[in-house]
């Protein structure tokens, strides 16, 4: 197990004093039950102490572990003392089948509680008109916020940023700033930095609280300010914005809009979110699966994958024409319909190796221009080291299995070409795509696929022809 589970593990119990997760990381099937039961008895008083210690992902958790009627009645009998940002932690499909059945009143209401980072991400899937209405029923500040950050593009820091943060100008003392704090009760619940504004409300610096707690009352805020040099404009990519802070090591950074005014903060729990929101992204986009989650139904899991599965058919179809180019030579040799499918076998695994560790360098951005080219000569340098390899593996397996030496040179003379060209597809393909501004994680594994089985079949089935019919 690993020490997140064991330190959740330790914090969290059922009503009975049970743990709330069992020694497998998952929520222990009789606290499931117990739960079940009180929904199905509309208990409310039960499911109250059940959920009214959990934490926010924990409840989720337990959201996604009921089953679908069971989720929208928890969310009904528990009513005001539903924790929302519980449905910042759960699937698209699972929050919308909840929000969507919950009277717009009710939400609004709910999302005047969160931070606006969370009540973005629970409106931002629903219908602009559903949107529109619940804004209307939000007090006019906290709407002109939530409005803010959702005119912003999807994906962008501007959507995931916390439009809560503390402000003050620099020729404010210190001592007025720890009155500020102490007296203004419309401030972020946590906050680790200030930042410093000018009357236009453009960013000028940020003062650390360590720097405010060290100080005279007396000290002027610009005499201990430090200039933020990694603001984040709202219109970047999210992605972009999580590399900035794994790059300077930031736990929290401003945002600013088009003319560096001072728009919001991003805090390192929603980049953690974002790191882990895009690897998941380019996980699936490399399989073919688009946006898919575990919580989709039938019928939209199919439409998601039947359109790749459709291009890869017309892949196939390409490899198998290249094979009947060559149908008499096969006939002529039967030992050539064996062994060809080891050959672009072989190749396909070695260019997905390659585009793997490509796209993902692609995407945190540790491939540019001035490494390309000896990343380029390293593949190839690989691909040609395991294909002389493998060549002599299989040519020797070859010639013992058929007893035909030639095949057997003929099958490793193809390993070494398939190898070294399904390298160079693996590693270009993915910086051609990316110089295209097409996507490499979405596109690169039909393109890679379709080279290693032409080449294969082709190197194979084109030498045999040559040298043995």
Known sequence: MSETENNRESQTTSTDGAEFYGEDGVIRADV??????????????????????????????????????????????????????????????????IVTVLPNEQIALAVQELDTDDAVYILEDMEEEDQADILAKIPFTERIRLRRSLDYPEESAGRRMQSEFVAVPPYWTVGQTIDYLRDTEDLPDSFSQLYVIDPTFRLVGAVDLDSILRAGRDVRVEDIQRETRHAIPAEMDQE????????????????????????????????????????????????????????????????????????????????????????????????????????????????????????????????????????????????????????????????????????????????IINMVCAALAGILIPLMLDKLNIDPASASSVFVTTVTDVVGFFAFLGLAALLLV
């Not at 929208?72 to 003392?81: I, K």
């Not at 805090?267 to 688009?290: H, N, P, S």
């Not at 009947?324 to 050959?343: K, R, S, Y």
């Open 240 to 415: 972009e914005a999580a590399q900035i802070f794994e790059q300077y090591d930031l736990l929290s950074a401003a945002v600013v809009d088009e003319n560096d005014r001072l728009v919001g903060v991003l805090t390192i729990d929603d980049v953690v979110d974002v790191i882990q929101q895009e690897a998941e992204e380019d996980f699936k986009r490399l399989a073919g699966i688009g946006d898919e989650e575990l919580s989709d139904n039938v019928i939209s899991t199919t439409r998601s994958r039947f359109v790749w599965l459709l291009v890869n058919l017309a892949t196939a179809i390409i490899a198998s024409y290249i094979i009947g180019i060559f149908d008499a030579t096969i006939e002529q040799m039967v030992a050539l319909a064996v062994l060809m499918p080891i050959v672009a076998s072989m190749g396909g695994n070695a260019g997905t190796q390659t585009m793997t560790v490509a796209v993902r360098a692609l995407a945190t951005k540790d491939i540019d221009i001035y490494n390309s080219g000896r990343i380029i000569r390293r593949e190839l340098t690989v691909g040609f080291i395991n294909g002389m390899l493998f060549a002599m593996l299989i040519g020797l397996m070859a010639a013992a299995w058929f007893g035909s030496v030639p095949l057997g040179l003929v099958i490793a003379t193809a390993m």
């Open 32 to 97: 499931i039950e117990q739960i079940s039961d009180a929904i199905e008895a509309s208990d409310v008083e039960q499911l109250n102490r059940t959920v009214e210690n959990l934490h926010e992902s924990e409840l989720g958790d337990l959201i996604e572990a009921l089953e679908p009627s069971e989720r929208q009645e928890l969310v009904a009998l528990l009513g005001d003392q539903f924790d929302f940002s519980a449905l910042t932690e759960v699937d698209e499909a699972i929050r919308m089948d």
